[in-house]
């Protein structure tokens, strides 16, 4: 049997991926320049940003409050956006396609 057959990660959540969906989608409805919105570019704006941020792991409720403090924390909120329009811009300039 596998180690990983043996734990569930499933419990084991990153708050940041939320975090980081939540103001791309925001950052793109506001984008007013020409921009391909296919699920490849998407993702990989998603992608970069998550690896250009500190992660918010958490698996019990203990580890939400504490993720939940760090979320209201304006620096990280400023990386985030940062962190978004920087990967908006990467993949716009270097699309996924053609």
């Given at each position: ?6 734990y ?64 209201t ?26």
């Open positions: 049997m596998a180690f990983i057959d043996d569930d990660f499933e419990l084991l959540k990153n708050e940041a991926e939320n975090l980081v969906l939540n103001e791309l989608g925001r950052q793109l409805e506001a984008y007013t320049g020409e921009i391909c919105t296919c699920n490849d570019c998407v993702v990989d704006m998603a992608a970069i940003a998550l690896n250009s941020v500190k992660p918010l792991y958490h698996f019990s409720i203990l580890g939400t409050l504490y993720t939940s403090q760090a979320m924390d304006e620096s990280y909120g400023e990386s985030i956006r940062n962190a978004v329009s920087a990967a908006i811009e990467k993949v716009r300039e270097n699309p996924s396609h053609d």
